[in-house]
């Protein structure tokens, strides 16, 4: 693949014969976003190594010349694979479209051909040209009809256009959208999926029955955000009824910098796993200098919380393939001021788990939670600012004198005789660069401290933290881009800024391995 590309939203990801697939919006000619968009392709058998292959789609037809745009895969019955698309037409309409593979008996599916009777969904009346777009991987129901979604909107309405079909190519708008919510803007990279109201374990798209429950998933493009609900869905009357409304304060996948998200399920693990897109902090001048920009987050598995209230994420069992040099410890007290470096691994790619244990909670700053963006509290009581319980958490990709940190901390407040716990991953001071984007970003975590230790668990890879609290409840992703914690100049830290002790009950990290990703090999081709 050609260092100077764009690689933006996960599109089509699947298992199919023994390989795991990764589709992804690309500009195959420079760094940025394009007019000209293409399908990207690249290939796995274990999820952390991935082999890129040739363009799987290009513009080149009427129907899709202004850009291939993102889409779903979708395995039919006998074991057939298919992919719907958004085209840009020639009248820069977006529009649907259906793509096979060219050569089943080729493992790695390199060849797609496009139907000629594109586009299978065009516009709909009513809809601007550019908002309707991102269908939604399949799922049949039991009068053997199959259904998508379709992101849109109609004067700010966020709308999941619901279409049918009997034979995947000939498709009908159903009356009503799955799902509409007014002013939230154009809905777009939707994902509907049923997930186990009992267990960990993941579903095909098509499971309905009374022990699941519906996620429906949207973008909103207006705010570059990720919203999620859980529901009930009844395909016999085609109605989704969420049990939490759309607003900017509900549900998130993902806090930080982490969008156009899609998710998939893993028959070999019985999984279901969810992946996105994180952009970049910097400019597009730095993005044209260092000649590419945007990376995927790390592969999750995904499934709904005991409380049925929320999803849970956490990173795929795989990454131990990479874990080497493990550093850890127990019991670990941490008085108001201190830092502790975590010494033993390489503190530019780690893997790091940490969990809390607190006492005398009865003295608690208060905190009345409610109406209360969390991302502001974040912002205004930084890392440096001492509380009760916290800041305590982790400094990561930092310089050995502090000037560079990234910090993901804790707080921890009381209201009415229950506790909030807040996470927080500041990135004031992730880098002594200026002309970065350094919000700081933060969320609540449904835990009761009372009950159950603070953990955290954090991924660091050169530029990107990915942060999981209360055992994947909250997570954060940062993208920063420091300039002195670099390479072995990077250095990783515990540390409490509370005047409160808490006690790290356990810690434990290990060095992570280089993956093979964007590394180019010879795939021999069966006979056509």
Known sequence: MDDSTNGADPNGPMYYNGVYHLFYQLNPFG?????Q????????????????????????QPFDINSCWSGSATVLPGNQPVILYTGIDS??????NLAVPKNLSDPYLQEWVKYTGNPVINLPDGIQESDFRDPTTAWLADDGKWRIVVGSQKDKTGIAFLYQSPDFVNWTRHESPLHAVAGTGIWECPDFFPV????????DTSVMNDGVKHVLKVGLFDYARDYYMIGDYSPVIENYVPENELTLATLRYDYGKYYASKSFFDPVKNRRILMAWVNES??????????WSGLHSFPRSIWLDQSQKQLVQWPIEEIEMLHENEASFRNKNLDDGSVIEILGITAWQADVKISFKLANLDEAEKLDPSGIDPQLICSQ????????????????????????????????????ERYIVLMCSDQSRSSARNGLDKTTYGAFVDIDPQQEEIS????????????????GKTCITARVYP??????????????????????????????????????????????
């Open 31 to 35: 760094p940025l976003f394009s007019n």
């Open 37 to 60: 968009m293409y399908w990207g392709h690249s290939v796995s058998h274990d999820l952390i190594n991935w082999t890129p292959l040739g363009l799987a789609i290009a513009p080149t």
């Open 91 to 96: 009248q820069n309409r977006q529009v649907q």
């Open 196 to 203: 186990r109201v009992d267990s960990t374990n993941g579903l």
């Open 282 to 291: 910097d400019s597009e001048v730095d993005d044209i200098a260092k000649g």
């Open 381 to 416: 009581m930084d890392a440096s600012m001492k509380g009760k319980f916290g800041p305590f958490g982790l400094l990561a990709l930092a310089s050995h004198d502090l000037i560079e940190k990234t910090a993901i901390f804790f707080r921890v407040f009381q209201n009415n």
């Open 456 to 471: 955290l668990r954090t991924l660091i890879d050169h530029s990107i933290i990915e942060s999981f609290g209360g055992g």
């Open 483 to 528: 300039t002195l914690a670099i390479g072995e100049e990077a250095h990783l830290f515990a540390f409490n800024n509370g005047t409160e002790s808490v006690v790290i009950s356990e810690l434990r990290a290990w060095s992570v391995k280089k993956a093979q990703i964007n590394i180019e090999e010879t795939i021999s081709c069966p006979d056509q």
